[in-house]
T-cell receptor, first 112, second 113 residues
Framework: DAGVIQSPRHEVTEMGQEVTLRCKPI?????LFWYRQTMMRGLELLIY????????DSGMPEDRFSAKMPNASFSTLKIQPSEPRDSAVYFC??????????FGPGTRLTVT | SQKIEQNSEALNIQEGKTATLTCNYT??????LQWYRQDPGRGPVFLLL?????KEKRKERLKVTFDTTLKQSLFHITASQPADSATYLC????????????FGTGTKLQVIP
């Protein structure tokens, strides 16, 4: 298995632009998590899905952030409009039958 | 909400020695606790899970203890090697949940040859 796949690996954009991050979970895993990691705040859960349904989005910072999971093999995290304070590494993780989370390589987002 | 404390200062240790990292938590007692390793520029990698009814768990050179009275987990790496240098994160499920976890800020371990 290729593991959790994220794209792009790096994204540099200007303030106000729309950013879309993509994630492909491990096949057969039924739960997917989006995290954001910064030096100041560590690893924060933004939202998680179970069987493609959003279960908890309490970590989504504000309405500028949205996430979708149209099917079991694909999810997106969108920021519109982006701001410099959104600069961070965004991780996607998936879980199967156990509680072990398998993380993707992350997307490093820089908003100038 | 659950608070997790890991030593934010880096831990430097001589190769061959045992490294011990600490994870303290407050509030309710979680059903399990996990430890992850994170290398620079990479996502966290799962290492071990210990359940509330388990006192100790081992995997190769790794050992985890879980003291629900002290609200503390210790993570040991025996015979440490420079390749063990990384940041180690503990994670606990949130109150009433099983899949959703809160991560500690991690402790950076440096094993000196």
């Amino acid at each position: 298995d290729a593991g959790v796949i994220q794209s792009p690996r790096h994204e540099v954009t200007e303030m106000g632009q729309e950013v879309t991050l993509r994630c492909k979970p491990i096949s057969g895993h039924n739960s997917l998590f989006w995290y954001r990691q910064t030096m100041m705040r560590g690893l924060e859960l933004l939202i998680y899905f179970n069987n493609n349904v959003p279960i908890d989005d309490s970590g989504m910072p504000e309405d500028r952030f949205s996430a979708k999971m149209p099917n079991a093999s694909f999810s997106t995290l969108k920021i519109q409009p982006s701001e410099p304070r959104d600069s961070a590494v965004y991780f996607c993780a998936s879980i199967g039958e156990t509680y072990e989370q398998y993380f993707g390589p992350g997307t490093r987002l820089t908003v100038t | 909400s659950q608070k997790i404390e890991q030593n934010s200062e880096a831990l430097n240790i001589q190769e061959g020695k045992t490294a011990t990292l600490t994870c303290n938590y407050t509030n309710y007692s979680p059903a399990y606790l996990q430890w992850y390793r994170q290398d620079p520029g990479r996502g966290p990698v799962f290492l071990l899970l210990i359940r509330e009814n388990e006192k100790e768990k081992r995997k190769e050179r790794l050992k985890v203890t879980f003291d629900t009275t002290l609200k503390q987990s210790l993570f040991h790496i025996t015979a440490s090697q420079p390749a063990d240098s990384a940041t180690y994160l503990c994670a606990l499920p949130v109150s009433g949940g099983y899949q959703k976890v809160t991560f500690g800020t991690g402790t950076k371990l440096q094993v000196i040859p």
